[in-house]
């Protein structure tokens, strides 16, 4: 018995190590590696029209602001078409989107939803379907409540010039920051996982992680690999390993900055990261295998760094199941029995092993320029509390409910902006 | 960032050489400790006897750590059941919590389920428990020296690397070791005062969660301050002040 716990304690250690090292690895490239943004001096091009997809469910709060400030964008407006798609919304969605169509005919064509599944990938889906009909090569998706800088389009655009890039990813930045801790604590998680995580992949030719919105996708591309999966809570993953998997790149741009609103209350924040999780955690049952017997295009490290981003949200569950493996073995009497050499183990792990993400938060924000925040990182425990229990939880739900296979509905992130809410300072169009 | 010659050395000096001050000083940090345990275990009123354990490097070299002998308290049905009541009451006060205290909820459970265990194990289980709190004591002790000799390497890597002054940088590796000195002791005499009044039930809780954890969080707290701090090339490029005349 004792062995067998032993072993698999080891196991799990070994696991979180490896992610530990992956921590590290990323943050000392950010402040000392070379900086790869290769896109980010395109200014003046032959800008390809360009179709922007924003599915919309019940967000009545936030698709004015968002269809307002795409409007200001300086991409040239013979060459974009906004598409908001309402999927069956019963607030006042639709009715806004048909007002801002009638004033902008033309630059926005809402398509409306009212059967077939449910959810934004389903949406996506039917949506690219009917934007064949513009013939724009290249759709960017943003969800409703995000707010796009002036030139933000042509900044996600530029890497399409590069016929090998398949989708592209700018940087998600909170724009309700100063509203709660949950939102300092997620800003500073943001912070880390764009500024740090996102760009050292993509400094190391590793996988960055197309996100769902402030970006875009090829749509050759799309079509090579099928299309937006409607089976899915994460299309945003399903898209990026499948692009990967077919031998497309995924371009992040730093600068590419855009503003999103976290959520602002606990359950809002569990219900958002259970859905990333179930999504991700769909995303690696499908793509392991092909990543781990790595087609030939793919670099062997970026097909590690695809199987390790793929089970991020595996570690929480196997997290969980080393505490409670340390637990039996503290009852058995093993602590004492491995004696001075595993109680420095243990010291040397719990410091530096679990330090490595709050490493990783705190030169993402220095990097920023904000030192400030830092004074927050003892907080992100808080959040790292609640986000491994709601991610255990996700995924013991997922395995026990893995053979029922209900319809897609939306589920989606509480918005707590008003319509008629003044924008925030600095954000203005 | 740039890196310099100067940033890099003084990262090694700071590294290397704080952790060569630090196992310089344990033999001091020894008797300190001995010496608080005896002020702290007076003023707890803690019925021990104190001792002296004696801590062996692999190389052969050792270090006297205070240690006491007492009798440690086992559970009888009595506090068990005050135990479980109590376990319950907090689980249930877990509930009743609004919704902004969610983190406060969880950890709460948290701490129901390893007190749960605890409580099952000393009605259920067939085998002694293992531990007195004199190894309890030992071995925090133990792991709290090895977190602070750690200190020096772990900003090595991840503080010293930035460009802040080297008097910022010593400062703060020598405060997170003072602030250690003084907290990894007072925190291991509280959990004897706990172990005495509680018994041995509450063991397992105060060695997983109160423990080694704690000292982490005092470095990561002490860390994102550090951080916070004004860069050296900040600092330089502040516009000098307006003249009053």
Redesign the interface.
């Given at each position: 018995m004792i062995p067998v716990l032993v072993g698999l304690l080891y196991a799990i250690v070994a696991i979180m190590v490896i992610y530990t090292i992956r921590h590290y690895l990323f943050t000392l490239n950010r402040l000392f590696g070379r900086h790869r943004q290769p896109y980010v001096d395109i200014g003046a091009a032959a800008w390809p029209r360009v179709a922007i997809l924003i599915p919309c469910h019940n967000e009545e709060k936030v698709i004015g602001h968002m269809l307002d400030f795409l409007l200001a964008c300086d991409y040239p407006a013979e060459q974009l078409v906004l598409i908001p798609i309402d999927d069956r919304s019963t607030d006042g969605t639709r009715g806004i989107l048909e007002e801002y169509a009638g004033r902008f005919p033309g630059r926005i064509r809402p398509f409306l939803r009212s059967g077939g599944k449910g959810g934004k990938a389903a949406a996506l889906r039917d949506a690219s379907e009917h934007a064949a009909g513009i013939d724009a090569p290249i759709h960017l998706v943003f969800d409703a409540d995000y707010l796009p800088g002036r030139g933000l389009i042509k900044q996600l655009v530029a890497p399409f010039f590069d016929p090998e890039v398949g989708a592209v990813m700018g940087r998600v930045v909170p724009l309700n920051v100063s509203r709660s801790l949950l939102t300092r604590l997620l800003d500073l998680e943001r912070t880390g996982g764009y500024q740090v995580d996102q760009q050292a992949r993509m400094n190391l030719g590793l996988v960055p992680q197309y996100g769902g919105t402030v970006g875009g996708v090829r749509r050759s591309a799309l079509l090579a690999v099928g299309g937006w999966r409607e089976d899915t809570l994460a299309e945003d993953t399903d898209m990026t390993f499948r692009l990967v998997l077919a031998g497309w790149e995924v371009a992040y741009q730093n600068r590419s900055e855009c503003y999103e609103e976290v959520p602002e209350t606990w359950p809002s924040r569990i219900a958002q990261i259970k859905r990333w999780a179930k999504g991700h955690n769909q995303a690696m049952r499908r793509h392991w295998w092909a990543l781990l017997k790595r087609p030939p295009h793919l670099r062997r490290r970026a097909s590690l760094d695809g199987l390790l981003l793929l089970g991020v949200y595996a570690v929480g569950p196997l997290l969980m199941l080393g505490w409670g493996v340390a637990l039996a073995l503290y009852y058995l009497g093993v602590q004492l029995a491995a004696g001075l050499a595993a109680i420095f183990a243990v010291a040397m792990y719990s410091t530096l092993g679990n330090f490595a993400a709050f490493f990783e938060v705190a030169a993402g924000a220095r990097l920023d320029g904000s030192r400030g925040r830092v004074k927050l990182l003892p907080f992100l425990i808080v959040g790292f509390l609640v986000s491994l229990v709601a991610v255990t939880w996700a995924g013991v739900t997922q395995i026990a409910t893995v053979w029922r296979r209900g319809p897609r509905t939306w589920e989606k992130t509480v918005r707590h902006r008003g319509p008629g809410a003044p924008v925030p300072e600095g954000k203005e169009s | 960032?740039p890196?310099s010659a100067g940033r890099l050395g003084t990262t090694i000096l700071l590294g290397v050489g704080g952790f060569a001050g630090y196992g310089a000083l344990l033999p001091w940090l020894g008797r300190f400790w001995g010496l608080l345990f005896d002020l702290g275990a007076t003023f707890l009123g803690l019925p021990v006897e104190l001792g002296a354990q004696r801590?062996?490097f692999p190389a052969g070299a050792g270090l006297d750590l205070p240690g006491l002998s007492v009798v440690t308290p086992l559970p009888d049905a009595r506090v068990l059941g005050i135990a479980a009541l109590a376990t319950l009451g907090v689980l249930l006060a877990s509930f009743l919590l609004p919704?902004?205290f969610?983190?406060l909820r969880?950890?709460l459970r948290?701490l129901v389920v390893?007190q749960a265990?605890a409580i099952l194990?000393f009605w259920q289980?067939p085998d002694p428990f293992?531990?007195r709190i004199a190894?309890h004591v030992f071995?925090l002790l133990?792991?709290g020296l090895?977190?602070m000799g750690?200190v020096p390497l772990?900003l090595g890597?991840?503080l010293h690397?930035?460009d802040l002054a080297f008097w910022r940088k010593l400062l703060l590796t020598v405060l997170i070791i003072a602030h250690l000195a003084v907290f990894v002791p007072l925190n291991v005499l509280v959990h004897v005062w706990l172990l005495l009044n509680a018994t041995a039930v509450v063991m397992?809780m105060l060695?997983?969660v109160f423990g080694?954890?704690l000292?982490?969080?005092v470095?990561?707290?002490f860390?994102?301050?550090g951080?916070?701090?004004?860069?050296d090339s900040e600092r330089q490029e502040l516009p000098l002040p307006m003249s009053a005349g």
């Open positions: - | 960032m890196w801590l062996t919704q902004r969610i983190p969880y950890f948290l390893v265990t194990f289980s293992p531990y190894d071995v133990t792991a090895v977190v750690l772990a890597l991840t690397v930035f397992p060695f997983l080694l954890l000292n982490v969080f470095f990561v707290a860390y994102g301050w951080l916070s701090w004004r860069s």
